[in-house]
């Protein structure tokens, strides 16, 4: 049993998608949250870039204390999490295995929409391949849509017409499985329900990510028993606007704090490592 938090973060808003699943999945968990909003998009940033945020991050969530990262960012997990992993001493998962993983149980015609970066990694693609290597994967990345994510332009018609775009090469491809390779990218679930077939199943790794961090609690003895906190807030830009752009998918007013997250070296080694 542990009381601390579960840290998560996301370059911005996205990772709301993972908080949403952390309170359906794990209501008695309490959280951290922390968007990049100073630093956004990740999705057409370097390896080397993303690596560098992904170390000031954590070294700040270990000072808070939480006892788990989960990375509510596919870039991250995609391009940092292999890396980082053992520079923390606490356990840290991400998106990839568990979507992947979740994908080709529904299907086999699969499409990712992800990030440049991510498509880049060609993370997915091999993560599928090695639970199932009859899988065909299309991937395409999106990189309109985050900025239209977090300038609030979910419903303008623009967003349709980017989202067909994106859409139509999976829909040639006659998927029957869709990931959502971005966790900002769930937030656009009516339009992008509204152009598939209903045939199209639609996974959200978010679900997967925290079913396996239940799992990992639970293993750990980390699991908590009581009452959740109020979740945590922070952000490295505006707060104002991170709670102005949230208050659609928590349905209240969050309080966010502004961080600033420790200087960290490029060449980070973690004391804590043997
Ligand atoms: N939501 C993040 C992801 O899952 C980052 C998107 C971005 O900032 O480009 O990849």
Redesign the pocket.
Known sequence: MNQNRIGIF???V?GLTVLRAIERQLPRESVLYFGDTAR????NRSEAEIVQFVREILTWMAAEGVKMVLMA???SSALALEIVRDEVDFPILGLILPGAKAAVEAGRRIGVI??AA?VASDAYRRAMLEVENTASVWQIPCPKF?PLIEDNRIFDPYTEEVTWEYLAPLVDANIDTLIYG???YPLLEPVVRSLLSDRVRLVDPAVHLVAAAARELELLGLRSTSTALPTRFGVSGDPDSFANLSVRWLGYTPTVEKVVLPQVEPSFINPLRP
């Open positions: 996301d370059s911005g996205g956004l998009p990740y999705g960012c596919n870039t992800a990030t991510t985050v971005c966790t900002h």
